[in-house]
């Protein structure tokens, strides 16, 4: 799995805390971008979204390159509505021999085996298909959901906020547990003040 949070909206903090302090304040917003301090923009949004407030939050997008996972993942994934997806194209790019294994499966040498056994299996009859003709998009019903897919993927931090807290809870399945947290690691780095609650309570205390 590989995960690169590749654009966000510029200062997304700021961006954020200037929208919070607009509903309160008789300056324009371009304005209050320029007056708060760091501290006063970490008080405001500490405040704002431990209230509910998150609608302010909405003014920022982030952007990720992901690429590795299986469509058993993504599918979940592209269960976040408020979103934008781009995802490799089954109809029209040639499936290279490329699946996720579960550990739960690996640690076992007969399950090891009768999984890696059906992989085989598939791969050979989806080559198979495309030899006597059949068209991509045809062919890749014989995939299975291990099958490894890219996608791009953009949420707003709103949209990212509830998807970190359902996607890192324990019972949440573990691949797109792992994409979750390395998606959460990023956008820490570059807009802290909205997401560092997030980052304490599923990583912090995890380490």
Same mark, same amino acid.
Not at 146 to 158: D, E, I, Q
């Given at each position: 799995m590989e995960v690169k949070l590749i654009a966000f909206t510029p200062d997304p903090d700021r961006v954020c805390a200037s929208a919070a302090k607009l509903t309160h304040s008789n300056l324009a917003g371009d304005q209050l971008i320029e007056k708060m301090s760091d501290e006063q923009i970490i008080r405001l949004l500490d405040s704002v979204i431990g209230l509910g407030h998150t609608s302010v939050i909405e003014h920022v997008d982030f952007t990720f390159s992901i690429a590795g996972i299986s469509r058993a993942c993504s599918h979940q994934l592209v269960r976040h509505r408020i979103a934008s997806y781009?995802?490799?194209?089954?109809?029209?790019?040639?499936?290279?021999?490329?699946?996720?294994?579960?550990?739960?499966?690996?640690?076992?040498?007969?399950?090891?085996?009768? +999984? &890696?056994?059906? /992989?085989?299996?598939?791969?050979?009859?989806?080559? @198979?298909? =495309?030899?006597?003709?059949?068209?991509?998009?045809?062919?890749?019903?014989?995939?299975?959901?291990?099958?490894?897919?890219?996608?791009?993927?953009?949420?707003?931090?709103?949209?990212?906020?509830?998807? +970190? &807290?359902?996607? /890192?809870?324990?019972?949440?399945?573990?691949?797109? @547990?792992? =994409?979750a947290k390395r998606m959460l690691e990023q956008v820490c780095e570059v807009a802290p003040a909205i997401f560092h609650d997030l980052y304490d309570k599923h990583i912090t205390q995890k380490q």
């Open positions: 781009s995802q490799q194209s089954q109809r029209y790019v040639k499936f290279k021999k490329s699946f996720v294994e579960p550990e739960t499966i690996l640690q076992n040498e007969k399950t090891r085996d009768l +999984f &890696e056994k059906e /992989l085989k299996s598939c791969y050979e009859c989806y080559q @198979r298909l =495309l030899e006597l003709g059949v068209p991509k998009e045809d062919a890749r019903y014989i995939l299975p959901n291990a099958s490894k897919t890219n996608l791009f993927v953009t949420m707003n931090a709103r949209s990212l906020t509830n998807f +970190f &807290e359902l996607r /890192l809870r324990k019972d949440a399945q573990w691949e797109i @547990r792992e =994409l």
